[in-house]
C-alpha cells in the first residue's frame, strides 16, 4: 500500500544505523537517505568554541564524509577557525543554510576563503543541523552538495536522519571506550600484536613475558569482549576502534 512507503523507508533506515559497524557504514546510510536532495558530502561531531586548540578538533569529528582534497586542506590549514558555518553555531541552535551563514557572517574575508574553496570541491551549497545534547553540548551535522533544493518536509527529514545518525555515532564511541577501559594494558599489548599476525609465542618474545601469559591475556581480552576466537576478538577490537 502506498501509505506504507515512508514508514518503510524510515524502518529500513533506523536497521541500516543499527546494524552500522563502524562510522563508515554510517555515513552511507545517511547518504542513502539525503543524496536524492542533492546532498554529496557529510560532515559533523560535537561542534568546537572558537578557543579550542587545533590538536584537541580531531578528538570532536564524528563523521567526515567529503572530498579527500578538501578535508586534507580544511583540516591542514585550520579552516575550521575561519569557517562562517561553525562560526554561525557557536550561536545557532536553528536549522540554517550555508548560504545563511555565509550571509550572516562578519568576515567577507572567510567568506571568500572557505566559500570559493569548497566551490572547487562541487561544495556550492548546504544545510546544518545543529543538535543539543542532554549535558547542553552542542553537536551538528552538516550536509552539502553542488545544489542543495530542500521543501519544508525536506528538512524535517534530514533533521530526523540527522539526529538519528549522530546518536548511532555517540554510540560507537561510547561502546569503544567502555571496551577499551574493560582491556587492560597489556591485554591491548597481546590484541595489539596479534592483529600484526604474530603468534603467541612471538608476542612473548617481543613482550618478555611467558608464552601461557600471552594466552591468558587474549583468553582475557576475548572474555571481555564477547569473542568466541583470537581473531574474533581481533575484529571486534578493530570495529570498535580499541585497536587503532
Known sequence: MPDNIPLEKTWNFMHAMRAA??????????????????????F?????????????????????EMPPGWVER????????????????????SPFSWRDAYAW????ADVRLIKGEAREFHLNDGYVVPITLLDGSLAAISFGGDHIDLSPDDQSILGFAASYALGTLLQHRFSARRARRRVSAREYDCLLWAAEGKTDWEISVILGVSKSTVTKHILSAREKLGAVTKSHAIAIALRERILR
Open 44 to 64: 559533523g561531531g560535537i561542534v568546537p568554541s572558537r578557543t579550542l586548540p587545533p590538536r584537541a578538533i580531531a578528538s570532536r569529528i564524528l563523521i567526515q
Open 21 to 42: 559497524a563502524d562510522n563508515q557504514d554510517v555515513a552511507a546510510a545517511l547518504l542513502g537517505i539525503c543524496s536524492a536532495f542533492g546532498v554529496s558530502a557529510i
Open 74 to 93: 580544511y583540516n591542514s590549514r585550520g579552516y575550521v577557525y575561519r569557517d562562517p558555518i561553525v562560526d554561525r553555531l557557536q550561536s545557532e541552535r
Open 105 to 108: 557572517a562578519a568576515s567577507s
